[in-house]
């Protein structure tokens, strides 16, 4: 097979190329190892390239769930400031959510507090109370809800 091998390269335009064929190693645990080696180094990259996705999709996730768990932290540091300027205020709920628009696929970040008081407060002063509480959180977008 060989020969029929080597007189074919003419047929593929590759006169005057030599043809070694190489069968079988003299040292078959020298073939065995670099085999071996092969192996480990495939499966060394692919580990790797795994492992480089996975630490990418934790640090997704932990990004993620520091915008969320901010907004516990932030509830109570505006608690104090909140006594102060709204007295009647007695119980603060805060959330970051997601907007779905009904009749497209249009998604937006929305935060939502809801409110408590013991007076419930009315038209411009609830106009003035999420004005704060956006400059206050840092939200673009946000809706409030008294009771």
């Known amino acids: 097979e060989i020969a029929t091998a080597r007189d074919n390269l003419k047929l593929f335009n ?14 078959d645990a020298m073939d065995i190892g670099s085999i071996k080696a ?27 769930l520091n915008v969320y768990a901010a907004y516990n932290t932030v509830d109570k540091k505006i ?19 997601v907007e779905l628009q009904v009749d497209s696929t249009q998604t937006d970040t929305l935060t939502i507090v809801l409110m408590k008081f013991s007076k419930k407060p009315v038209g411009k002063e609830q106009e003035k ?12 977008k946000l809706k409030l809800i008294v009771e």
Do not use: C, H
């Open 14 to 27: 590759l006169a005057g190329t030599k043809l070694v064929v190489l069968q079988g190693m003299n040292n």
């Open 38 to 64: 092969q192996v480990m180094e495939d499966f060394y990259k692919n580990s790797e390239k795994r492992l480089l996705e996975q630490q990418e999709k934790i640090k997704s996730l932990e990004n993620e």
């Open 79 to 97: 608690i104090p400031e909140l006594k102060v300027l709204y007295p009647a205020a007695e119980a603060i709920a805060m959330a970051k959510t």
């Open 129 to 140: 109370i999420s004005e704060w509480l956006k400059a206050r959180v840092g939200a673009k």
